[in-house]
């Protein structure tokens, strides 16, 4: 079963206009993160935020995490072609190690 | 670093057989998790390893099994095959049980 649920489920955008994909959990949470996948290949990770975190930036990623509301946002500024992928959040609850729930992800379409 | 390597990278099986994935994580990581990914289900967790010992387990039948050596290398083996274990397979690494994941670039089964 997926915990997550993303938001929106497909984003089309021009160069350069910036994305945001919004992802919402269930449960008490150790960490989040976000993963991007090109076309059924391997997820690549871009950002793990902790529990006891609001916000952290990686490049032109910038992430939140709400706790009380359960649910995160990625944005993506100035985005490129190359942006184009599919983008998950997954959840480590907590007490439960390794094991990540993924949500449905959103597909993000960068339009030259 | 080398990243996360699965073998083989594509499998075409038909129902009734069975077939042992090999997953080989990053030097020094000790947890390897396994997840199956499918158009209909998304990313769905099968199960996590760490220290040898199976941690934590997906809701999958009895038929999905793993193990990891004293390497760390894990295998996963699925027995009587069927048309809807059809999947990208994923194997994730991390250093430990809560961090981050870095995943492989995958096995594609096809069953037939």
């Known amino acids: 079963s997926q915990q997550g649920e993303e938001d929106p489920q497909a984003l089309s955008i021009q160069e350069g206009e910036n994305a945001t994909m919004n992802c919402s959990y269930k449960?008490?949470?150790?960490?989040l993160q976000w993963y991007r996948q090109n076309s059924g290949r391997g997820l690549v990770h871009l950002i793990l935020i902790r529990s006891n975190e609001r916000e952290k930036h990686s490049g032109r990623l910038r992430v939140t995490l709400d706790t009380s509301k359960k649910s995160s946002s990625l944005l993506i500024t100035a985005s490129r072609a190359a942006d184009t992928a599919s983008y998950f959040c997954?959840?480590?609850?907590?007490?439960?190690?390794?094991?990540?729930?993924f949500g449905q992800g959103t597909e993000l379409s960068v339009k030259p | 670093k080398a990243g996360v390597t699965q073998t083989p990278r594509y499998l075409i099986k038909t129902r009734g057989q069975q077939v042992t994935l090999s997953c080989s994580p990053i030097s020094g990581h000790r947890s390897v998790s396994w997840y199956q990914q499918t158009p209909g289900q998304g990313l769905q967790f099968l199960f996590e390893?760490?220290?040898?010992?199976?941690?934590n387990k997906g809701n999958f039948p009895g038929r999905f099994s793993g193990r990891q050596f004293s390497n760390s290398r894990s295998e996963m083996n699925v027995s009587t095959l069927e048309l809807g274990d059809s999947a990208l397979y994923l194997c994730?690494?991390?250093?430990?049980?809560?961090?981050?994941?870095?995943f492989g670039p995958g096995t594609r089964l096809l069953v037939l």
């Open positions: 997954a959840t480590a609850e907590r007490n439960q190690g390794g094991k990540l729930i």
């Open positions: 994730a690494s991390s250093f430990s049980r809560e961090e981050t994941q870095y």
């Open positions: 449960t008490s949470i150790n960490n």
């Open positions: 390893y760490f220290s040898e010992t199976q941690r």
